[in-house]
């Protein structure tokens, strides 16, 4: 009987919609959509400017960002949100930043 009853939940295992990330989509992890300012230090030795970014999205493994300045990709810099009770700071790796038709920038980062 434990054998019928294994074979059912491997059917239904089998059977269940895939919540897995589509091949398609290179996140390791779902993004939560937030809207929250937060800072974005300057690339380590360049003696810049912080700048302030408006969070799109957020996940384990990254964040979303908008921002009125361009940054490169395979920079280095520190994100601090700092959102309601919540403070969080991370060094992160621009992955994107993709010019919108408003001029601003849509950039994608992860961390490490």
Not at 63 to 86: M, P, Q, R, Y
């Amino acid at each position: 009987m434990s054998g019928t009853t294994t074979h059912v939940y491997s059917e239904e295992l089998n059977q269940a919609p895939a919540t897995a990330i589509p091949k398609s989509d290179r996140r390791r992890s779902q993004r939560e959509a937030l809207a929250a300012s937060a800072w974005v230090s300057a690339e380590p030795g360049s003696r810049g400017k912080s700048r302030q970014v408006t969070v799109l999205d957020l996940s384990l493994h990254g964040v979303g960002f908008s921002s009125s300045d361009k940054f490169e990709a395979g920079s280095i810099h520190w994100i601090v949100l700092g959102t309601g009770g919540l403070r969080a700071s991370s060094r992160l790796r621009v992955i994107s930043c993709r010019q919108r038709e408003d001029s601003a920038f849509d950039c994608g980062a992860e961390f490490f």
